[in-house]
């Protein structure tokens, strides 16, 4: 007999996951993710928007080609493939719908770092769940889905983003933003 809470597919394409707090070791702690991509059958994918490294492209790369994108913040995506430095850049159209193109040759990183509203971001690392995988944490609670609004872009991308966006949900979520790191340290 099949349970139809775990049958119900969810459908979190383009979704930002939050990290419940109970999520407060390693990588994901206060994390904010944007979920690139998504399917039922294949898994998930996505980018941590707020774990800057403090360090820019031009710190790693030198080659002439990558000038024009030197001073762009290097972020840590998730803790796959940590070892490869990727580009992603984000903006919204007319409709007002958050688009993306990750993973983009460097050449396509420039152009889009050039066009008014984007946001061009360098990564190390991704995020990424296997089929059912990401669906069972999010039933478990340990993440909090919501839509990404038009202030995304234009928010700092560092720690403080998670508690910014949980605050604009709901009184709920402003409350669980508020609370210390470590209750029990009170």
Do not use: C
Request: proline share 6%.
């Amino acid at each position: 007999m099949s349970d139809p809470e775990t049958d119900t597919p969810i459908d979190l394409q383009g979704k930002i996951l939050l990290a419940d707090p109970s999520l407060h070791d390693g990588i994901f702690d206060r994390s904010v993710i944007l979920l690139a991509d998504h399917s039922a059958e294949e898994g998930a994918f996505g980018l941590i928007l707020n774990h800057p490294t403090g360090h820019v492209v031009g710190e790693f790369l030198k080659d002439d080609a990558f000038e024009p994108l030197k001073n762009i913040a290097v972020h840590l995506g998730g803790p796959v493939s940590k070892e490869h430095l990727t580009f992603s850049a984000f903006w919204w159209t007319q409709e007002d719908h958050l688009k993306w193109h990750v993973r983009i040759p460097v050449e396509q990183a420039v152009k889009r770092s050039r066009q008014p509203g984007t946001l061009v971001r360098a990564f190390v690392g991704y995020s990424g769940w296997t089929a059912g995988q990401l669906e069972g944490e999010i039933r478990r609670n340990s993440w909090i889905t919501t839509r990404p609004t038009a202030a995304l872009l234009g928010q700092s991308h560092d720690k403080d983003l998670w508690a910014e966006i949980l605050r604009s949900m709901s009184p709920y979520h402003r409350i669980l933003a508020e609370a210390p790191e470590n209750p029990r340290a009170n």
